[in-house]
């Protein structure tokens, strides 16, 4: 089956600006995840889903970001007044349940670049 | 809180020979789950092997096995016979039971496999 999925693959947009990064999850996996991945380090929690609502947010950095997930499949990133900072790669990853045995899957990120 | 180190920045390994990635961790949950991942240039974050905490034996997935050893909270993964194909970045990661749900990444081991 077809694997996680996100759009765009590149983003380039100047500070400031208002930006949707899309995830679409392994048909079936009811928990989604959002990484952050700077230059040579590791993926940081952003924040996940179990179903619809968002069960952990801790990891986002500010109010600028938000993400949404309305019917438990689909979830969208969304950053506002965009910042030279926010400058990574985006991951999505999704896994069939949140218990802790479970591989979470990635997609194939969303480079956001700044300018 | 949760903890991964990954000590070793990067490795030199010869085609064919096997090679040890360090990895330890930090966590106070007693249910918890280990995983590697390996990340290519292309920046495709891909499982390789998970290790629950109540597993007694060390888990092998083809060419990889995780040593986990428990009392030293190391979870180190062998690779054997090194191919080209190997070079990549290695991720390890933890996810609990309880507490925060997402995975907690290392810095990574950027591993180089010569011809």
């Known amino acids: 089956g077809a694997g996680v999925s996100q759009t765009p693959s590149n983003k380039v947009t100047e500070k400031g600006k208002y930006v949707e990064l899309r995830c679409d999850p392994i048909?079936?996996?009811?928990?989604l995840y959002w990484y952050r991945q700077s230059l040579g380090q590791g993926p940081e929690f952003l924040i996940y889903f179990q179903g619809t609502g968002a069960a952990d947010d801790s990891g986002l950095p500010n109010d600028r970001f938000f993400a949404v997930r309305p019917e438990g499949s689909v979830s969208t990133l969304k950053i506002q007044r965009t910042e030279r900072g926010d400058s990574a790669v985006y991951l999505c990853?999704?896994?069939?349940?949140?218990?802790?045995?479970?591989?979470?899957?990635f997609g194939p990120g969303t480079r956001l670049t700044v300018t | 809180a949760q903890k991964i180190t990954q000590t070793q920045p990067g490795m030199f390994v010869q085609e064919k020979e096997a090679v040890t990635l360090d990895c330890t961790y930090d966590?106070?949950?007693?249910?918890?789950?280990l995983f590697w991942y390996k990340q290519p240039s292309s920046g495709e974050m891909i499982f390789l092997i998970y290790q629950g905490s109540y597993d007694e034996q060390n888990a092998t997935e083809g060419r990889y096995s995780l040593n986990f050893q428990k009392a030293r909270k190391s979870a180190n993964l062998v690779i054997s016979a090194s191919q080209l194909g190997d070079s990549a970045m290695y991720f390890c990661a933890m996810r609990e039971d309880t507490g925060r749900r997402a995975l907690t990444f290392g810095s990574g081991t950027r591993l180089q496999v010569q011809p």
């Open positions: 990853a999704s896994s069939l349940t949140i218990r802790y045995h479970y591989e979470q899957y």
């Open positions: 048909s079936g996996h009811t928990a």
């Open positions: 966590t106070s949950d007693q249910s918890y789950g």
